[in-house]
Every structure is written in structure tokens, then in C-alpha cells.
């Protein structure tokens, strides 16, 4: 979207505390939208994004949302409606790995928690866009981007299939949905990214894993968060006006 646009739309990008989330708020506060900047547990770091939009003129606002949790959810959804009006754009972005571990030693924790964040969390969120977004409510109609993985096509053996299973789940959420709604003004669509230069690896206790496993890929280097980003703020807009129920890999190739 250009920024006229987006001028006076509504973006929400969960995890916009760091990394693609991060740089998908910075993108978007730059096209012109109004960006509500969601975290978990990184408080103080979205709201040194929030600051740094703020200060460079853009309008941004932080809010706490644990996304597996409905009330958090249901709070968001309200506060940014209170805040900008009915949200335009939402970004399920938020997503833990749940840590390496083969199937034949994982948790039932392990799994309760991944698939909270990255299964229940996208499908509660979508849940509220779609009320907000609907042509059927009176809405404008919208977008939703899941950002999915590679890790769905690939399986994740060896480090986390209990991981590449959810991005599974948020793929087919894309495609039933998208379908689901496809008559109400709104287009879903996921973004794959492949091996990305972010915390999320040093998160899962290998901080050297992205550079080390994208160098076998055709490209040969890992992806930033920005070039996420650009492929997340594609589909948002108005260019890609007739792309619903799409997956778009960012992956070098992989
Ligand atoms: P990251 O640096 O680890 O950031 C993860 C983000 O998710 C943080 O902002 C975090 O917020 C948020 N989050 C964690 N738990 C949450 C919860 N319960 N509710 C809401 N938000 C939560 O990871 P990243 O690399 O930027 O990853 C962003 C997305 O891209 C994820 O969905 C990930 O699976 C996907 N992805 C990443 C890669 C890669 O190579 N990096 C590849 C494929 C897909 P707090 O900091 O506030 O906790």
C-alpha cells in the first residue's frame, strides 16, 4: 500500500517487539498506518519501538497480549477500536518455537504451549479481526497475514516437528479462512519465511543456527526481518488485491 493508502488504516502486528515483528511495524508506521505494536513479555522493547515511531511523526500505540489467552485478545481487539477504529490489517506474527526437541522426548507442556501461541493464538485474533473487518458487520473489509515457516512444508525432523506441526495448522487456517471470507471484503494470506537472521534461534538455545543452516540453501545466506516485512506488506495492500488464500515463501529459495 502506498502511503495514501494507507493513511488512517489500522495495522496490528502481534510480537512487534522484536525481530520480523519488529521491522513489519516499522514498515507499515512508514506507509502511513496507524500500527498497534503487541507484546508478551518484551514490554520495554515495544515500547522503545512505539518511541522511536512516535518520534519520527508516525501514530503507534503499545498493548500487552499474551495471544493464547481470549481475554488478552478480546482486550486488544476493543483498545485498538477505541484507539484508531476498526483495524484494517492484522499481523499474526507472534510465535514461539517451543525449544529443539525430537518427537519421542517432547512435553505435553512443550506442545500445550506451542500450539497455544501459534495455533489457538492466530485462530483467536483472526476471530476478532474478522468481527471488526466484515462487510457482513458493516466493516471495510481487511487483510490478515499468518506468518507461518518453511518449517510446515519441511517438518522441522530432528529439531521441532512439534513446531513445524503448528505452522502446518496456521497454513490451513490461511486457506480455510481466506475461503471462508473471501466474500466479506477480506483476503488471508501467510508468509513462509525460510532460515531468518533474528533472536528467535539464540531463543531456542542455538544462536549460530540461521547463518550455519542457510548456508545449504540456494541462496546461501539467511533473510532479514525486513525482507519478511516487504512480502507482509505486499499482501496488505492494495497490489496484491486479488491474492487470497496464498503462501508466499521468503526463503531464499529453500
Ligand atoms: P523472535 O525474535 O523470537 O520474536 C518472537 C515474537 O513473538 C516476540 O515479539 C514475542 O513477544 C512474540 N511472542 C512470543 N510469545 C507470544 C505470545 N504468547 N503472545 C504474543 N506474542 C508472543 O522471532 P522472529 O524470528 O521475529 O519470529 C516472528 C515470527 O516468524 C514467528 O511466528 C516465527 O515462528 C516466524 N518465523 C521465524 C523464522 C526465523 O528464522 N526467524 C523462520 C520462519 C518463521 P515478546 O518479546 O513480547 O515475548
Not at 489457538?120 to 462487510?135: H, K
Not at 471484503?185 to 542455538?206: C, K, M, Q, S
Request: hydrophobic share 45%; with cysteine; glycine share 12%.
Amino acid at each position: 500500500m502506498t502511503g495514501a493508502q494507507a493513511a488512517n488504516k489500522v495495522m496490528i502486528v502481534t510480537g512487534g517487539s522484536r525481530g520480523i515483528g519488529a521491522e513489519i511495524a516499522r514498515k507499515a508506521a512508514y506507509e502511513g498506518y496507524r500500527v498497534v505494536v503487541t507484546y508478551a513479555s518484551g514490554a520495554q522493547r515495544a515500547e522503545a519501538v512505539v518511541a522511536e515511531l512516535i518520534e519520527s511523526g508516525r501514530e503507534a500505540i503499545s498493548v500487552a497480549c499474551d495471544v493464547s489467552r481470549e481475554e488478552d485478545v478480546v482486550a486488544l481487539f476493543a483498545r485498538t477500536k477505541d484507539v484508531f477504529g476498526r483495524v484494517s490489517v492484522l499481523v499474526n506474527n507472534g510465535g514461539v518455537t517451543g525449544g529443539f526437541s525430537k518427537v519421542r522426548d517432547v512435553t505435553a507442556q512443550t506442545l500445550q504451549d506451542t500450539m497455544s501461541v501459534n495455533v489457538i493464538g492466530a485462530v483467536l485474533c483472526s476471530r476478532e479481526a474478522v468481527r471488526q473487518m466484515s462487510t457482513e458487520t458493516g466493516g471495510p473489509g481487511g487483510a490478515i497475514i499468518n506468518v507461518s515457516s518453511r518449517a510446515s512444508q519441511y517438518g522441522g525432523a530432528g529439531e521441532w516437528v512439534h513446531y513445524a506441526a503448528s505452522k502446518g495448522a496456521l497454513d490451513t487456517l490461511t486457506l480455510g479462512l481466506a475461503r471462508e471470507v473471501a466474500a466479506e471484503g477480506i483476503r488471508v494470506n501467510a508468509v513462509a519465511p525460510g532460515f531468518i537472521d533474528t533472536e528467535l534461534h539464540a531463543a531456542a538455545g542455538d544462536a549460530g543456527r540461521a547463518a550455519r543452516l542457510a548456508a545449504s540453501t540456494p541462496m546461501g545466506r539467511p533473510g532479514t526481518s525486513a525482507e519478511v516485512a516487504d512480502v507482509v506488506l505486499w499482501l496488505a495492500s492494495e497490489r496484491a488485491s486479488y491474492v487470497t488464500a496464498a503462501i508466499v515463501a521468503a526463503a531464499g529459495g529453500r
